[in-house]
């Protein structure tokens, strides 16, 4: 899913969560995944009006999209972080110039 040019900047601050002893067992529950966050309530929530705005109008093109990962830590921690993804580096700057909070 990650190629290798693609820039993947880390919105806010990781949530570690312990997982009950009772979903260990629960297909998935020691497993990594990537999903892609589409509703745009989602978007505007996390990064606010102006930064989705940019996003969505004026870099449609280098903004790739905006991904929840969810890593297994051993023994049972499961460690969720958002991603804005861009094409290249140039585009992921520009937005972190213009919003400094993400950087």
Sequence with gaps: ???????????????????????????????????????????????????????????AKQFVGFYETREYLHPKTAVYQNWLVFRDRRSADDFLDLFPQFG
């Design 1 to 59: 899913m990650n190629k290798p040019d693609e820039i993947w900047i880390p919105v806010g601050t990781p949530d570690h969560l312990n997982i009950p002893c009772l979903a260990m067992g629960v297909e998935g529950a020691k497993k990594d995944r990537v999903d892609p966050i589409v509703d745009p309530i989602d978007i505007l929530v996390e990064l606010g009006d102006l930064a989705a705005d940019w996003l969505i109008e004026c870099e």
